[in-house]
């Protein structure tokens, strides 16, 4: 068979005066088929096949009429034609249906470029469990990535609650240097505690102190508007694919150990796909707003408790020991980042330290506290009678006669004088 390519080479030789001798010595063709190239077409016409018998044919009426009726599910339709007969595979129910469905609109977003130190992206990932002194918790992942240079940091946990929220931003902001303008995040119950029908943001009031503190705006996305925050979310997927994969950690702290590795030897030096640029590279222009040295803001983790009569609060399966003369009675404990527990009275007065205890039923004890206790003391004396004015005395009795002593010869001669 000839080609296209050669067929046209043959026509244009001949159209040029060659002769179809010359052309055939060429091209290494017989004459007859150099003649039949000449006066052919230069393409050939493609035989048509006969149509090929497809088992879905005879069911073609009925699912047109069905897709008519407004029934697009190409599982339900391969169950009604199967009971009428068909034979072959969903996989060609599908393929008939999916032309006839009303394509879907693209959906068409804008990227949303911000200019250095103006905002930071905020998210939380989940990645399973972790054995935690003992006990299986779940463990997420706090992911913060800065909108302009794309430098991201990571630190997991095992909880999300409002002391880790804000302990996760405090640590963030000492790995870049300081802190954005804006941090945008969805709808938390650690950040937005409501938000009305008409757009307005009932913020949590510690998370709102929190921002005042450091002088940044805290911004909520709007519900159901993940892509708003795009780059945290992207942020989250890299860790998922990237670090996490094959990933092999002793605890909690080997785990974030290699997480800082990760950040600081892989994920803030690479090239980063859509700036173009390395995100370390970049930090050091993003003018953030500087810490100044100031003291952290407390993130310690408050809560109330009521001692017992024996000088204990319990907290988090544990007890802790506190001054016998505040026992019973209601206390403020706050647990610090560095694994300390205070414990106060309600007019602020610190009444005990302790190391945070791991695992439960434990007891740390401060002998001092019990000092002024007096344990096995003598007994509590019990009230008796007493006498006083208006109570009349009992009668006396008269004294018993006085018997003189003698000695006992004098009672034996007394016998044998009567006996005589």
């Not at 095992?158 to 000492?174: I, N, P, S």
Request: glycine share 8%; hydrophobic share 35%.
């Amino acid at each position: 068979m000839v080609r296209v390519e050669e067929r046209f080479m043959i026509q244009e030789l001949f159209r040029n005066g060659v002769s179809i001798s010359e052309i055939a010595r060429r091209t290494g063709r017989d004459r007859k088929t150099v003649r039949s190239v000449i006066n052919g077409p230069l393409m050939p016409a493609v035989k048509a096949r006969p149509p090929r018998v497809r088992k879905i044919d005879p069911f073609v009426a009925y699912l047109e009429k069905r897709i008519e009726q407004g029934v697009l599910n190409a599982e339900k339709l391969y169950q009604e034609i199967r009971a009428r007969g068909y034979s072959g595979k969903v996989r060609m129910v599908r393929q008939f249906v999916q032309p006839r469905r009303t394509p879907k609109q693209p959906t068409a977003t804008v990227r949303f470029e911000t200019e250095p130190g103006q905002q930071a992206q905020v998210d939380w990932g989940s990645f399973g469990t972790i054995d935690y002194f003992g006990r299986q918790r779940r463990l997420y992942a706090f992911v913060m990535t800065l909108g302009w240079s794309r430098a991201m940091y990571i630190e997991f946990t095992v909880a999300m609650d409002e002391t880790w929220w804000l302990r996760c931003h405090l640590h963030a902001f000492h790995y870049f240097g300081g802190v954005p303008q804006e941090i945008l995040h969805d709808n938390l119950k650690t950040a937005v505690l409501e938000r009305t029908a008409d757009g307005i943001v009932h913020w949590h009031p510690r998370y709102l102190d929190f921002a005042r503190y450091y002088g940044f705006s805290p911004r909520a996305c709007q519900p159901y508007r993940a892509q708003t925050k795009g780059k945290v979310e992207s942020g989250v997927k890299y860790v998922r694919g990237n670090f996490w994969p094959g990933l092999f950690f002793d605890d909690l702290v080997d785990l974030n150990r290699q997480g800082r590795g990760w950040l600081d030897n892989v994920a803030n030096i690479r090239v980063h796909g859509t700036t173009g640029d390395v995100p370390f590279v970049r930090l050091t222009q993003e003018a953030l707003q500087p810490l100044a040295g100031r003291p952290d803001y407390d993130t310690s983790l408050v809560c109330y408790r009521r001692s017992t009569k024996d000088c204990l609060v319990s907290y988090e399966g544990n007890h802790y020991s506190v001054p016998a003369s505040h026992a019973r009675q209601r206390l403020l404990l706050k647990e610090t980042e560095r694994g300390e527990l205070g414990i106060y009275a309600l007019d602020g007065l610190e009444l005990a330290r302790h190391s945070v205890l791991q695992g439960h039923r434990q007891q740390s004890i401060i002998a001092g506290h019990y000092q002024t206790l007096r344990v096995n003391g003598p007994a509590r004396p019990r009230p008796g009678a007493v006498q006083g004015v208006g109570h009349v005395a009992p009668a006396r009795l008269p004294d018993a006669p006085h018997v003189e002593k003698r000695a006992l010869r004098h009672y034996e001669a007394w016998a044998e004088v009567t006996a005589a």
